[in-house]
């Protein structure tokens, strides 16, 4: 069995930590997983039992203060007054009165509006390296923000609740968190939240930011205002000039690789491939730092010769040390009937991450495994060893191998 497997591990005490420390990360990452967004221990507490129902126009109080103008450069206005979005990669054809596919924008008079405005359902402090990014000022953590909507279907979606609704159908956390509140909040949240350290991130994550594209650069730009740092965790199906304005105010980006054919975007995720190839490309060329995760859907996009042909490009057409997270897949949603990644597929698709020339592969999603610490490139010195989302030491010193003092890629911090 895949999970005793790394049960066995832990009670040998292999890797120095508790059964309970243990027990309590599994049960953390248990439920977890869907790609650009991350397991919840909120959407258990929140958003379990709310009915993802789609808001018909009518419902949408165009006065609301939650629902404002979306630049005219983000779309057209097309036949009279039906628009076409230029947001995300979807490119959608809205007629008159209508609710877009994600759930957050909607055309009144010809006009786009987005309805995802300063009303988050998720505003709170996790470790940075849930995005999964691990080469990011690794045991930090970040103010997580995320509105409902999403403009993908994933069938294996983890935050199904928030992602396939509208922000109307789900219970926010306030209807008036403005970018300057969301700031505050991030430079107060360890009083708050009685963390031992102060929170200089914010992450969107748990839905697709795409989905709240206007919100999220407000947010970012004020970030950078007060000298935080930002990033986006998504499914990169967005539109280059989209892509290209937000760059500037987001310092990391952790964009999925949902699979490596049309076909599976398609049936698995109701997206296409080459924008989000090329979303990955952009951010590349920007000198910004990416981290790519992929999930490895059991009979799905798990074939190893895939996994080789995904892993190839990523090295050929982005470079080798672009960290790649195998991570595995949980049922969930409407993939509940599949069986959980095993262990040895995804040891597999490490190996091939390997010899194809990754520098910083992981395993993802398997708390206690060796694959989740970073190891540096050249010496093999273990310079950050973590419990699942948790680090648990830390062996670099200005972004170097303490050991060898190789320049480590990533924006590390100090350590
Ligand atoms: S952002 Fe929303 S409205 Fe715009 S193209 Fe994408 S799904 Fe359609
Ligand atoms: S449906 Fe949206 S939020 Fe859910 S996994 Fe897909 S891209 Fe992420």
Known sequence: MAGGENVARVRDGKNGYSRREFARELSRWGAALGM?????????RRAEGQVATMTTAKEVDINSPNVVPVKAKYYKTVDEKAIRCFICARNCYLPEGKTCHCYTHINRDGKLYTTAWNNPCILQPDPIEQGPLHHFYPGTR????ATAGCMLRCLYCQNWQISQATPFDVRVLGTDLDAKKVVHLCKT???KYQLSEPIDTIAFSYTDPIAFYEYMTSIAKEAKKNKLKTVMVSSA??????????LPYIDAFCFTLKGFTNEFYDKVCGATLEPVQEAMRIVVKAGKWLEIPILLVPGYNDDMELVRAMTRWIVQELGDTVPVHYARFFPKYKMRHLQQTPVKTLKMAYQIAKEEGVKYPYIANLPGCDEGNTYCHNCGATIVRRLGVKVLEINFKNGR??????KIPGILGKG
């Open 36 to 44: 650009c967004s991350v397991m919840s221990s909120v959407l258990g």
């Open 142 to 145: 970040a103010l997580y923000v």
């Open 189 to 191: 949240a360890h009083e």
């Open 237 to 246: 199906y967005i539109r280059p000039s989209a892509l290209k304005d937000i």
């Open 401 to 406: 191998c303490k050991k060898c003092k190789t």
